[in-house]
């Protein structure tokens, strides 16, 4: 143990003790208590949100950390680009208004992005909680389960979204510069403006739900995103042997289209954008396809949120 005195600090007294063949000494190094504002819940909440978003997004971390979000979204945007580039390029000969993608065929772009995304970024904002143990330290302050489950939740889909939305922005307005009347197009499109963030919403929660859900069923990382890939691969799979090919025939889809959980979203995108389903797509031709599709949606989205929320409920007991 030392025995080297250390300096007297902030006036406070340092206490030693000897004691024939052993001896010890307790020194104060200045540690006070915190008697600074305590925020309560809604600060914690908005902590860990804020942490949770640097993490997925890389930030203050090692540039290799970086690379995956930024990657996506530079990929994401690309299409936006291209569309505004060759709509600048002809803007004086025909055809005028080309349009390379359209809104509601950005959403299925970016959907796919999403789902890399969220694999990667998913797992890794929840499992390190509970492979290092920290879990219990976390619910030590005002924090409860649902307090975790929504900053974490919160963090993945305002980020997903931030990532659907960004491309879609460069895309309207990049539009809008190239024609002669841009009051015009915002005039014609602005449906849009109301349509593709509540689209990019839908698929945002629904996404974020279902790989935070899995996720909190293990604290390891990669077993959680292959978990989460082969889950959509497997149901769209599935679902694409008992649908078949309908992208050249009309309203010749099956309720079995339900099955892929990965385009299930798609089809309140379709509600959204057309008011019915799209007549090429898996549930095309089916009677109360949107009611169905709607009711799916919600029951998936329902149950990963109660797994979410059961199982840090029982974490914070």
């Not at 279902?210 to 890939?229: D, K, M, P």
Request: aromatic letters at 10%.
């Amino acid at each position: 143990m030392a025995r080297r005195r250390v300096p007297h600090r902030r006036g406070a007294p340092v206490t030693s003790t000897t004691s024939g063949a052993t001896s010890g000494a307790v020194y104060d190094r200045g540690y006070r208590p915190y008697d600074g504002p305590r925020g309560g819940r809604r600060a914690v909440r908005l902590a860990l949100f804020r942490v949770s978003v640097r993490r997925a997004l890389g930030l203050r971390r090692p540039w290799r950390q970086k690379v995956a979000p930024f990657l996506l979204l530079g990929v994401a945007v690309i299409p936006a680009v291209v569309n505004v580039g060759i709509g600048y390029v002809t803007r004086d000969s025909p055809p005028i208004g080309f349009e390379f993608i359209t809104y509601r065929d950005y959403v299925v772009v970016s959907s796919s992005l999403f789902l890399l995304f969220v694999a990667l970024t998913g797992p890794d904002v929840l499992c390190p909680d509970r492979r290092n143990k920290v879990l219990p330290l976390l619910f030590a302050r005002p924090l409860t389960g649902a307090d975790y489950v929504a900053a974490k939740l919160g963090a993945i889909a305002t980020i997903v979204f931030a990532f659907g939305v960004i491309p879609q922005i460069v895309l309207f307005g990049g539009q809008m510069l190239v024609r002669d009347r841009a009051l015009d197009y915002l005039r014609d499109n602005a449906e849009v403006l109301w349509q593709v963030p509540a689209a990019v919403a839908v698929v945002a929660i629904y996404y974020a739900a279902i790989v935070l859900a899995i996720s909190s069923l293990t604290g390891r990382r990669i077993v959680a995103a292959a978990v989460f890939i082969g889950l959509m691969f497997a149901t769209a799979t599935v679902s694409a042997i008992l649908v078949g090919d309908t992208s050249q025939q009309f309203n010749q889809g099956s309720v079995a289209g339900l099955i892929d959980l990965a385009a299930l979203p798609l089809h309140l995108r379709d509600l959204l954008f057309l008011g019915h389903l799209d007549p090429e797509g898996p549930l095309g031709g089916v009677a109360k396809g949107g009611l169905f599709a709607v009711g799916t949606y919600a029951a998936v989205l329902s149950v990963a949120l109660v797994v979410l929320f059961v199982r840090y409920r029982w974490e914070d007991r």
